[in-house]
Structure formats: structure tokens, C-alpha cells
């Protein structure tokens, strides 16, 4: 399977401690977004990379939140002091350019 | 603002009939719109994309318009199956920003 592929898929953790997702894109794809999702809501965007340049980033995205995509390739999105808010899907997306995102499964981010 | 509404937030329809969700945006500058079903627990995949120029696309049961002046589009659904049981949700692209909308939550029971 040639899509997009997050890990892992559900994690738990307690409240105050840091989680790392992981997303690897379609192998050609040089864009890559990740979005947070509430139980209910739409998708909201959080932040895309271009290759290895981090271009645009939401205002969801607060001082606790860390995205990287070091080589371009797969991406890491870190959550440090995790609060009960954070609870959520935490979907990414990759594309060609301006070609339709297609989206992995997600991780399903539970806090105790 | 830019937004995107979509109506009605769920619906139960019995398996076979046929089915039309709504989306009424306000985004500009307008790029496209897509339609994408969401399996729970999945992600979201794409259904339809439709430019400015197009009023109308097809995927195989799925048929989406889109009409630009009144800024609305519709997704029908025919001959509903148990597997259409999901969250639609429809995506405008305005400029760089993908807005999306909250989805309709469609249950098709036997």
C-alpha cells in the first residue's frame, strides 16, 4: 500500500507528559499538512511543509506544538505538556504541489 | 470570513433511497470544491473535485453540482448501501487555504 501511513494509531497518555506522532507521506509527494480533529468538527489545519520548509503555520498551533520534516520525507509532530484539550484525530495529508491532499487514517490522541 | 456550511448535520435514510447533502460556502478568492467521505476512525478521501467552470461530476453513485453564482453544492447519493455510512464533508480551496465544513453525518440502515 502506497498511501499515506500515520503511526501510531491511537495513543493514551496522562495529562502533562509529550507524545510524537509520525507521518509518511506518498513517497512523491513534496507537500505534506497536518490537521487536528475534533469528534464532530471538519478537519482544522495546523501546519504544511514544502519539501523540508515549514511554510505556513496555524494559530491552533501554540509554543507547545512541533512539526518537522527534516529530509523532506516523512514528518514528526510533538506535543509537549499535553493538556485534555489536545485530545483529538491528528490527521496528515500529503500532495503533489497543488494536486488533491490525500489523507492517512490519523492518530487518535487520547489524555487521561 | 471564509466558511463553509453544510446541512443537515445527520441523516438516517434507509438503504436503496436516495439521499442529497448541501454545502453553501463563503471562501475567496474561490479555487475549487471537493467532496471527501470520511469512514469513522478513517481519513478523509476524495470523492469529487470541481472547478469554477464545472456545475457537474459523477463518481460512480456519488453526483456532485456546484453552482458558483449562488455559491452552493450538493452531493446526491443514489441507490444508498449499507457502505455509504460515513461523514461527508466539502472542502473549498480558496487561494493557498483548503476551508473545510463540518460534515453531514449520513446513517444507512438495512
Known amino acids: 500500500d502506497t498511501g499515506v501511513s500515520q503511526n501510531p494509531r491511537h495513543k493514551i497518555t496522562k495529562r502533562g507528559q509529550n507524545v510524537t506522532f509520525r507521518c509518511d507521506p506518498i513517497s512523491e509527494h513534496n507537500r505534506l499538512y497536518w490537521y487536528r480533529q475534533t469528534l464532530g468538527q471538519g478537519p482544522e489545519f495546523l501546519t504544511y511543509f514544502q519539501n523540508e520548509a515549514q511554510l505556513e503555520k496555524s494559530r491552533l498551533l501554540s509554543d507547545r506544538f512541533s512539526a518537522e520534516r527534516p529530509k523532506g520525507s516523512f514528518s514528526t509532530l510533538e506535543i509537549q505538556r499535553t493538556e485534555q484539550g489536545d485530545s483529538a484525530m491528528y490527521l496528515c495529508?500529503?500532495?503533489?504541489?497543488?494536486?488533491?491532499?490525500?489523507f492517512g487514517d490519523g492518530t487518535r490522541l487520547s489524555i487521561l | 470570513k471564509n466558511q463553509v456550511e453544510q446541512s443537515p448535520q445527520s441523516l438516517i435514510i434507509l438503504e436503496g433511497k436516495n439521499c442529497t447533502l448541501q454545502?453553501?460556502?463563503?471562501?475567496?478568492?474561490?479555487?475549487?470544491l471537493r467532496w471527501y467521505k470520511q469512514d469513522t476512525g478513517r481519513g478523509p478521501v476524495s470523492l469529487t473535485i470541481?472547478?469554477?467552470?464545472?456545475n457537474t461530476k459523477s463518481n460512480g453513485r456519488y453526483t456532485a453540482t456546484l453552482d458558483a453564482d449562488t455559491k452552493q453544492s450538493s452531493l446526491h447519493i443514489t441507490a444508498s448501501q449499507l457502505s455509504d455510512s460515513a461523514s461527508y464533508i466539502c472542502v473549498v480551496r480558496g487561494g493557498d487555504k483548503l476551508i473545510f465544513g463540518t460534515g453531514t453525518r449520513l446513517q444507512v440502515f438495512p
Open positions: 470541481m472547478t469554477f467552470s464545472e
Open positions: 454545502c453553501n460556502y463563503t471562501v475567496s478568492p474561490f479555487s475549487n
Open positions: 495529508a500529503s500532495s503533489l504541489s497543488d494536486q488533491p491532499q490525500h
